[in-house]
């Protein structure tokens, strides 16, 4: 099993007297420390007009810890394509791979958040189009090695030749966020690797990786298990009142992302949301107690499949990072995968 | 007299059997040795479509610069404003500032390569018009503590909140390329510091310094002597033929600039291009020569008002950037700048 990170990041420092910008130091420090640990991938989100600072320019946060690092894999989770000019994004994400010796992720979704479609004034009833269209355009922008054009519905290009190419080849490796069946088999046909979320149990992703599974090799394509990647909050707790209070914690943190992401009146969009209301499902995914229960849990998902786990460490703990690492990791390296 | 760098980069590296993103490397590795050396600055360019693999996300290349250096300011001469979202401009220039406490020098432009015009499919004549909007929504977006909307001819943004803010206040510091008289006065209308390129000769620079002041103060403002930098070619000459040499290199560097953004069949557009064409201008106003040669030219600049100075080393020669600083940066630090 291999293991990388995921969350967030926001500007504002942790507590009132720290400046604008500690945050993202903060940020940056600690993934200094999981680059020694040996932590294998750092993802990222990318969002917008949350009034708490959260990371807006994802790129660049890992432009930044990319030039901080040396093994550590920066990934986007996810970029959401219909914000962004296909070309421009093409060209930063290429830069960043060139930069950092192929070490770009790079996580494409569609987006989900009711504030983000109507701040950019893109229509959600678009998304999915808008989607497939800045997506063909990356892929082309990537690959083409002579000047093209595109008129397509909502980008015009008109004889370009987009630089500099990737260091990965053909292009950065691409990852998507997927649940329901159809939504994975569109990963598969895109030929890009599969992030799971934090909330669905262990039952459910044993599902869907064997339902990826088929889907690649139904296209004749070999099936890697590291194509998966699972995120879990992980908390390793002191003891069951430690516990307690990081798993109300996480609860509020995933409370502020529905709030922030649903529109008026309506319960929130994605798959990633309605697996979130349920307070007792979302204790049960979560990889939250001693090095103990934390490595049972990760032995249900070995069994069902997982082969690379993403663990969310919310508050930023140094020592969940730490000990997670030293205590829990070595055990799951010892073993080797099982392929399935 | 203050000393930065301006120039571009390349991902190709400059022989044949360097990997592809060489190039940036050594962009990375002449300015570490810049920072070292105490140059102020290094301002680089942004491009599209040229087909040599200019740089084009120049804000991931500075970004990875300025997590590589400790004092140097990182600069953009400049970003094309109708190539952008300027809300996800706004973004990345605060988040990069961020980063780098307060080290940004965002140059802004409207845009002058036909090719670029026709890639992105931006009419050419509302390029001053798309450059007006983007600056307004910019601004906004980085001061504005408030949701805003804006109903623009090009944006639409509804209730938004713009962040990070930068480090900077109340945004990062904003260049200005001009020349003629009335964008002269836009850029000191719009408060921001003015560009003077490398091709004007040593009394127009003089006019335009002055004229920036004038207006300047016709506003009510007090006059920065620092807030005008001067791009000039610098090449430290072992003897005559070097020197020639390096004045072929930077006329056939030049011509590419010329051929690759002007329109077919028209000579092209900006006032840059336009004093790029006389090759006896070009190199009355190099920096090419011995260092008591550079001195002299050196000592006319400031005698003209210039106080801020950025060297273009075209071909990244590490010896000029050692010399300049050792032989011919000292005698002007000593002096201190005459104030107009």
Known sequence: MIFGLFGGAQAAGSTLDAGMGQGFHDYIDFHVEADALGYH???CVEHHFTGWTQISATLNLLTWLA?????LRVGTAVMVLPWHNPVLLAEQAATLDLLSGGRLDLGIGKGYRHNEFKGFGVPADEAEARFDEA???MIRAWTSTERFSHHGRVWQFDDIIVEPPAAQKPYPALWMAAGSAASIRKVAERGCNLLLDQFAQVDVIGERIALFKQEVESLGRVFDPMSVAVARDVYVAKDAADRRAALERAARMRQRTIDV?????????????????SASGNEAAALCGSPDDIARKLEALQAAGVHYLLASMGGGSRETLRR???EIVPAFQRHPAHIM
Do not use: E, I
Not at 261 to 277: C, D, E, K
């Open 261 to 277: 992401a649903r529109a008026p009146g309506q319960n929130g969009g994605s798959h990633v949301l309605s697996y979130a209301t």
């Open 67 to 71: 030039a901080r690092t040396r093994h």
């Open 41 to 43: 991938s750092a993802f």
């Open 135 to 137: 997506l063909d355009v």
């Open 324 to 326: 997670f690492a030293d």
